[in-house]
């Protein structure tokens, strides 16, 4: 507070909030926004309470005795819908201190502590779930970021240094950059596991993944016994009977059928999502490297869940708020000339938008590919107004306007990709 | 052309040395990482992510709960769990009771052995379906369904795996 106050009186206002933010730093009301997106994303993803009474077969903290011993406590308490009450309300409060900027290296480690913890009970089934990890991870980043600053901060306090602009309060570049970097490690891994699991076979071998499509297409109409995923089609009957398991005999879904039959397409179009996972280490490099990256991860995952009905709402949401990063890209463009679009790009983005998403609202209720297609292209627009329970015609007015913002960031990130090589 | 002084390189080493070091800490906070991820495995917060690593031409499985019919029954709604994490929770035991008996194939469990595994997840998922107050039926059966894939396309298989 009392940075901002002095900054205000030597700079301005409008310099003091926006100042910091630049191609490759977060500024101070940037990094308010992050953390106010990426709170709420933390809570929603806390609304998915798994009351298991038990903890079967242990993970992570739950798989350390000694330390529950020491404790004299066990996750398990956490099953228990009172004491989960109070978890959340310790995280209500430590969440405002985040969005607000104070007492972070206090505030985040409750938030952690109690996501891994509720995570780690869920995970302790026998049956790992991978949903809700990158949020844990950024969680636990973000912490490491604050203590180290913390650290760095109080060193520099005592030793009666100036403060270097690496550590000034109002720079919050660590915490969105190395939540870029943990996310961003998290997709290397599973290219790594797919490497050593397929012994390096995994892009010869990937048009075989069209038969998990049929697999995660059944899972999920046995879960629920929704008939739109076996194409709403009552079990087909073999040209030989089968009492025992006709009733369980489904149509192929569309995609998979498909693929099978073109693996050469399926090798390009799973080896896209192959080489983006491998190479998103590069979305370190600056925002606009963070928002071809998110753009394209975002663009992943709805691909995903559109094929394989496999959706990973977190991911997308802790990818949509820090490498797509709406709010940073608007407080560039308003802070620095060199970084806003000329009228004509916001005229063409306005009017592509529109454009898109009147053919998208056209279409909404079609089955077909473009239809699908229309769809995925707002997928990253729609991230952040869809973490709101907006009125139909708010949310995509708020669609519409991420969509007119991100067209235009992409535009002038090619622009000032020209410009430089010029 | 400026003279390659020391003095007029420092700058630019240093600027050089600030850009670097940024991307430097970043590379290693990265790789240490996806390095600690990988040998730590299944340990939340922590994973190798393994899913779809190995595609390959072997049948898929998955399993489902029917009642004593026969007919399948809503897994979630009932069990407050998905019919994936059914799945997983069987591989887990299997998996187990093969490293503890040093075999690593799932399909060379001694048959007595994999029906009783079979059973207790079976059993443990009925608790479960009672503890949160939507009880599974009386009778309910465990079942895998096998995708087969082949030069004629995609065919399927059904085993009972359990039942109560």
């Known amino acids: ?422 | 052309m400026p003279a390659l002084t020391p003095s007029a390189l420092l700058p630019a080493a240093r600027r050089l040395w600030l850009a670097g070091g940024r991307y430097f800490w970043l590379a290693a906070f990265m790789g240490a990482a996806i390095q600690f991820s990988l040998k730590t495995g299944e340990h939340y917060p922590f994973s190798h992510f393994p899913m779809y690593g190995n595609p390959n031409p072997r049948p898929v499985d998955y399993y489902f709960l029917t009642d004593a019919e026969g007919q399948p029954l809503p897994v979630v709604e009932l069990t407050g769990d998905t019919a994936p994490k059914l799945k997983k929770r069987l591989n887990t035991e299997l998996n187990e009771w093969g490293f503890a008996n040093d075999t690593r194939v799932k399909s060379e469990i001694p048959l007595d052995i994999r029906a009783g595994i079979t059973k207790a997840i079976l059993d443990d998922t009925v608790a479960q379906s009672k503890h949160r107050g939507t009880p599974l039926p009386d009778q309910v059966q465990l079942w895998r369904g096998e995708i087969h894939v082949g030069e004629d396309g995609y065919h399927e298989t059904f085993v009972k795996e359990a039942e109560n």
Not at chain 1, 311 to 340: Q, Y
Not at chain 1, 359 to 367: G, I, N, Y
Request: charged share 15%; with cysteine.
């Open chain 1, 1 to 422: 507070m009392t940075s901002l106050i002095r900054e205000t009186r030597t700079y301005g206002l409008k310099e003091a909030l926006l100042g910091g933010t630049g191609l490759r730093d977060a500024g101070r009301l940037e990094g308010f926004f992050l953390r106010l997106l990426f709170a709420i994303v933390v809570w929603r993803s806390l609304e998915f309470y798994p009351a298991y009474p038990g903890a079967p077969k242990p993970v992570g903290l739950a798989a350390w005795p000694a330390l529950w011993e020491w404790l004299g406590w066990e996750i398990t308490r956490l099953s228990d819908p009172a004491f989960w009450a109070q978890c959340l309300t310790w995280v209500k409060v430590a969440l405002c201190f985040y969005v607000l900027g104070y007492g972070l290296p206090v505030a985040l480690p409750v938030i952690t502590l109690v996501h891994v913890a509720i995570r780690t009970l869920n995970n302790s089934q026998g049956a790992a779930h991978h949903g809700f990890q990158m949020v844990s991870l950024a969680l636990l980043t973000q912490t490491l970021v604050v203590w180290f600053l913390a650290l760095a901060r109080g060193w520099i306090f005592v030793r009666k240094k100036t403060m270097p602009r690496w550590a000034a309060p109002g720079n919050w570049t660590w915490l969105w950059i190395y939540t870029i970097a943990i996310a961003a490690a998290s997709y290397i891994i599973s290219v790594c596991s797919k490497l050593d699991a397929s012994k390096g076979q995994w892009l010869k071998n990937s048009p075989y993944v069209a038969t998990q499509i049929v697999k995660t297409h059944r899972q999920n109409y046995y879960n629920s016994l929704d008939p739109q995923f076996i194409q709403g089609v009552a079990p087909a009957t073999p040209a030989e009977a089968d009492p025992a398991t006709d009733r369980y005999r489904h149509p192929i879904p569309h995609s998979a059928d498909w693929l099978g039959r073109h693996p050469d397409f399926a090798r390009i179009l799973f080896g896209a999502g192959f080489f983006l996972e491998l190479l998103v280490f590069l979305a370190v490099l600056d925002r606009r490297a963070a928002l071809f990256f998110g753009l394209g991860l975002v663009s992943l995952h709805g691909s995903i869940a559109w094929l394989m009905e496999l959706s990973f709402p977190f991911n997308e949401r802790t990818v949509g708020v820090f490498f797509v990063n709406a709010a940073g890209w608007i407080i560039l463009m308003a802070k620095d000339p060199a970084w806003r679009p000329t009228r004509k790009i916001w005229l063409g983005s306005i009017i592509l938008a529109a454009v898109l998403l009147s053919a998208h609202l056209a279409t909404a209720a079609s089955e077909s590919t473009i239809a699908h297609f229309l769809d995925l292209a707002h997928h990253p627009a729609a991230i952040i107004p869809g973490l709101f329970n907006l009125p139909a015609a708010v949310k995509w007015t708020a669609v519409l306007a991420s969509q007119t913002l991100l067209i235009a960031a992409v535009a002038v990130s090619v622009r000032s990709l020209f410009r430089r090589r010029a």
